[in-house]
Nanobody
Framework: QVQLVESGGGLVQPGGSLRLSCAASEILFSADVMGWYRQAPGKQRELVATVTGGGSEVYSDSVKGRFTISGDNDKNTVLLQMNSLKPEDTAVYYC????????????WGQGTQVTVSS
């Protein structure tokens, strides 16, 4: 069973930075989309950022200009650089990789906690 292993979460002060990493436990066929999502207490999971195999990036309005996503299909890794963090960025962050064409897949990480607080 493929696992996505996330790391890099933690506690940071407002204005600080964190970098989240996500790596697959085994080599996968190239993903169509790699992304990060987050879920705050009492809220639904929401998109943070995605990047396609061709390098097209999408960001939620709330993180645009502060977060940067990068994906490496050769290494099956996806990173999220988070700068200028705000308390409202506090959430559990999940990575996701999916492939539409055969062999298709859709894998989620276990989540990593990010807390922004003074």
């Amino acid at each position: 069973q493929v696992q996505l292993v996330e790391s890099g979460g933690g506690l940071v002060q407002p204005g600080g930075s964190l970098r989240l990493s996500c790596a697959a436990s085994e080599i996968l066929f190239s993903a169509d989309v790699m992304g990060w999502y987050r879920q705050a207490p009492g809220k639904q999971r929401e998109l943070v950022a995605t990047v396609t195999g061709g390098g097209s990036e999408v960001y939620s309005d709330s993180v645009k200009g502060r977060f940067t996503i990068s994906g490496d299909n050769d290494k099956n890794t996806v990173l999220l650089q988070m700068n200028s963090l705000k308390p409202e960025d506090t959430a559990v962050y999940y990575c996701n990789v999916r492939r539409v064409v055969s062999p298709s897949y859709n894998y989620w990480g276990q989540g990593t906690q990010v807390t922004v607080s003074s």
